[in-house]
């Protein structure tokens, strides 16, 4: 492609958790969600007829077997959601003929919260109005089936878990909240604590995967050690992208226009051929919602990629582990691992937390997840990657999202109990996977979804 040019079309309405879909204004037409559509018609133009296939060899050995979409049951406010093309999810970078596409990328909340809010809306006839923003989702979390039909859960790596090549041997190393030696100091913001290795490292930083196994997290998090090898057999790393050129069409015409082409990079969570041949053992998204929805097809994502929504018992929501929130009062603090992307109002912290006049964590940061008054915490540390850039297309208002930079997934806060004595086990309970960014509406699309779990703290780190 000797020129790229411009592509004047706007997202459509899951990029940015709108509310209604957006029309493909002269560009590539919207995928037949029937099952009856044909590349021919996703390019614009008018299928032909299916060819016969009488006389024809038998089919090619190599070719994937056919979709099968999992059955229909009941509405729960638990649902998988099963992209059937690769998920083209845009940061709101401008998106002209001096800048390529952008990468393939997770798909943020507020892009799931889009596509399930407006597939409620169609199921219940309800208005495409601002009320629809009242329904509350939790996750997206990534899950896959397991051969028993239950569902295997992953989590983003860990902002506290590095891997190294040590001696030739790949290895993931621990890191943790650690009192400065003494004659040592840092210019850390409000007196919080560096995150070092536990061991020493002259090897050098390698990829690893990116996604784990949820019983890996969990037992992460108990403080057992874990290998690289069992990380990387039962983890996840996203493929490269699935990068498409595209033509713009004349919507008059239904031609091409001249040198008009553009790209697209989507994220694949299919299985790759040749590793199983069950295409229903694809990764999908896990999430709960306020309110029950039944079995329906979607649009996900920019391109109007079509995805299909299956109800889930309330099982396939993980719960807390037996004995956590005793754990956690006997060790006097707790960790919250961001399991979707964090947006405060503090940049890298939660707006609840202020820095405390009096008290024995004076001058540190103290405060209250939402909904929460009687669980009080102070930040001792946090660990947590590149903020990554966020925006999207507002239908209501027809102009472009603010840009806001959100908390990658993994990140990694650890906090003291303020006040050990008032905390109830409800509250601990009700920490579980609850969303602890600032602003409401942001809650309600899913984002800031925090794991609890115990963390010990030393007695020099308190001091």
């Given at each position: 492609?000797?020129k790229?040019h411009?592509h004047?079309?706007?997202?459509s309405?899951?990029?940015?958790?709108d509310?209604?879909?957006r029309?493909?204004?002269?560009?590539?037409?919207a995928?037949?969600?029937t099952?009856?559509?044909?590349?021919?018609?996703?390019?614009?133009r008018v299928a032909?007829p299916?060819?016969?296939t009488?006389?024809l060899?038998?089919?090619v050995?190599n070719?994937?077997?056919a979709?099968?979409?999992p059955?229909?049951a009941?509405?729960?406010p638990?649902?998988?959601?099963?992209?059937?093309?690769?998920i083209?999810s845009r940061?709101?970078?401008?998106?002209?003929?001096q800048?390529?596409?952008?990468?393939a990328?997770?798909?943020?909340p507020?892009?799931?919260?889009?596509c399930?809010r407006?597939?409620?809306a169609r199921?219940?006839?309800s208005?495409?109005?601002?009320?629809?923003?009242?329904?509350g989702?939790?996750?997206p979390?990534?899950?896959?089936?397991?051969p028993d039909?239950?569902?295997?859960?992953?989590?983003p790596?860990?902002?506290d878990?590095l891997y190294?090549?040590?001696?030739?041997?790949?290895?993931?190393l621990?890191?943790?909240p650690t009192?400065?030696?003494?004659g040592?100091?840092?210019?850390?913001?409000?007196?919080?604590l560096?995150?070092c290795?536990t061991?020493d490292?002259?090897g050098?930083?390698?990829?690893?995967?990116?996604?784990?196994?949820?019983?890996?997290?969990i037992?992460?998090?108990?403080?057992q050690?874990?290998s690289?090898a069992?990380l990387?057999?039962q983890g996840?790393s996203?493929?490269d992208g699935d990068?498409?050129?595209?033509?713009?069409?004349?919507?008059t015409t239904?031609?091409a226009k001249?040198?008009?082409?553009?790209q697209?990079e989507?994220l694949?969570l299919?299985v790759p051929?040749?590793?199983?041949?069950?295409?229903?053992?694809?990764?999908?998204?896990?999430?709960?919602?306020?309110r029950?929805l039944g079995?329906?097809?979607?649009h996900?994502?920019?391109e109007r990629?079509?995805?299909h929504?299956?109800p889930?018992?309330?099982?396939?929501w993980?719960?807390m582990?037996?004995g956590?929130?005793?754990?956690?009062r006997?060790?006097g603090?707790?960790?919250?691992?961001?399991?979707?992307?964090?947006l405060?109002?503090r940049?890298?912290r939660?707006g609840?937390?202020?820095?405390?006049?009096?008290g024995?964590?004076?001058f540190?940061?103290?405060?209250?997840?939402?909904?929460?008054?009687?669980?009080k915490?102070a930040?001792?540390a946090?660990a947590?990657?590149?903020?990554?850039p966020h925006?999207?297309?507002?239908?209501?208002?027809?102009?472009p999202r603010?840009?806001?930079?959100?908390?990658?997934?993994?990140?990694v806060?650890?906090?003291?109990?303020?006040?050990?004595?008032?905390?109830?086990d409800?509250?601990?309970?009700?920490?579980?996977?609850?969303?602890?960014?600032d602003?409401?509406?942001?809650?309600r699309?899913?984002f800031?979804?925090?794991?609890?779990?115990p963390?010990?703290?030393s007695?020099s780190?308190?001091?």
């Amino acid at each position: 492609m000797a020129k790229k040019h411009k592509h004047k079309r706007k997202q459509s309405a899951s990029d940015g958790g709108d509310l209604t879909p957006r029309p493909t204004s002269g560009m590539a037409a919207a995928p037949d969600l029937t099952g009856t559509g044909s590349a021919a018609a996703e390019r614009g133009r008018v299928a032909p007829p299916p060819l016969s296939t009488a006389g024809l060899p038998s089919p090619v050995r190599n070719v994937r077997p056919a979709m099968r979409l999992p059955k229909q049951a009941e509405p729960s406010p638990f649902v998988t959601l099963l992209p059937l093309a690769p998920i083209i999810s845009r940061s709101g970078r401008p998106f002209d003929d001096q800048a390529g596409p952008d990468s393939a990328r997770f798909p943020p909340p507020s892009t799931v919260a889009g596509c399930l809010r407006t597939a409620w809306a169609r199921q219940t006839g309800s208005p495409f109005n601002e009320a629809l923003l009242d329904i509350g989702l939790s996750g997206p979390l990534l899950a896959r089936p397991a051969p028993d039909g239950t569902l295997c859960l992953f989590a983003p790596r860990p902002a506290d878990a590095l891997y190294f090549k040590i001696d030739d041997i790949n290895r993931c190393l621990r890191a943790v909240p650690t009192p400065f030696a003494e004659g040592c100091g840092a210019d850390l913001p409000d007196d919080l604590l560096p995150v070092c290795l536990t061991e020493d490292s002259a090897g050098k930083e390698i990829k690893g995967p990116a996604w784990w196994a949820w019983e890996d997290l969990i037992a992460f998090r108990e403080g057992q050690s874990l290998s690289f090898a069992q990380l990387e057999e039962q983890g996840w790393s996203p493929p490269d992208g699935d990068r498409r050129t595209h033509v713009a069409i004349e919507p008059t015409t239904y031609a091409a226009k001249t040198g008009q082409l553009f790209q697209t990079e989507g994220l694949d969570l299919s299985v790759p051929q040749g590793i199983k041949d069950d295409p229903g053992s694809d990764f999908r998204l896990l999430i709960g919602l306020d309110r029950p929805l039944g079995s329906a097809l979607a649009h996900l994502g920019g391109e109007r990629r079509p995805a299909h929504i299956e109800p889930r018992p309330a099982s396939a929501w993980p719960d807390m582990p037996s004995g956590w929130g005793a754990a956690i009062r006997a060790a006097g603090g707790l960790s919250l691992t961001l399991l979707t992307p964090g947006l405060f109002s503090r940049g890298y912290r939660p707006g609840w937390l202020a820095t405390a006049a009096e008290g024995a964590y004076a001058f540190r940061l103290v405060g209250a997840p939402p909904g929460l008054a009687g669980l009080k915490l102070a930040l001792r540390a946090a660990a947590l990657g590149r903020w990554q850039p966020h925006s999207g297309w507002d239908l209501a208002k027809q102009q472009p999202r603010a840009g806001r930079k959100l908390v990658p997934a993994g990140a990694v806060y650890w906090f003291a109990l303020a006040e050990p004595e008032q905390v109830a086990d409800a509250d601990l309970a009700a920490l579980w996977l609850l969303s602890v960014c600032d602003h409401e509406q942001d809650r309600r699309d899913g984002f800031g979804l925090a794991l609890p779990a115990p963390w010990r703290l030393s007695d020099s780190s308190t001091q």
